[in-house]
């Protein structure tokens, strides 16, 4: 008996989870509705770009991530920053998510950090 409760548990907690990853997705494929996305290189930086097609964009807000941090981590930032009427670009530092450049973390020289 304990087996088939364990079993219908973990069948309830694994369909509880794939709703909840579905409503998340739904929820994030609708905030970035009417928004342009951008995304591009500047040499070996990432950068994303969001603006409201139907704002005109009133100033340019650069979202940058902390250390281990990424632009996909500050995409919820920038979404509602730019449906708010501001051009928003995301980017990714030297050594964090796609930015080839390695993080030397030397820091003695002003290139280092």
Do not use: C
């Given at each position: ?25 739904t929820s994030l ?36 991530h902390g250390f ?30 796609r930015n080839r ?13």
């Amino acid at each position: 008996m304990q087996s088939i409760a364990r079993w219908r548990w973990r069948w309830v907690v694994g369909v509880a989870a794939l709703l909840a990853l579905a409503f998340s997705v739904t929820s994030l494929l609708r905030s970035t509705q009417g928004l342009t996305i951008e995304h591009f290189d500047a040499g070996p930086i990432p950068i994303t770009v969001f603006h409201d097609q139907a704002k005109a964009a009133r100033h340019l807000v650069v979202v940058a991530h902390g250390f281990a941090g990424s632009r996909p981590m500050m995409q919820l930032f920038a979404v509602s920053l730019a449906q708010n009427g501001y051009l928003t670009a995301t980017f990714d530092f030297s050594g964090h998510g796609r930015n080839r450049v390695p993080l030397t973390g030397d820091l003695q020289s002003i290139d280092g950090a």
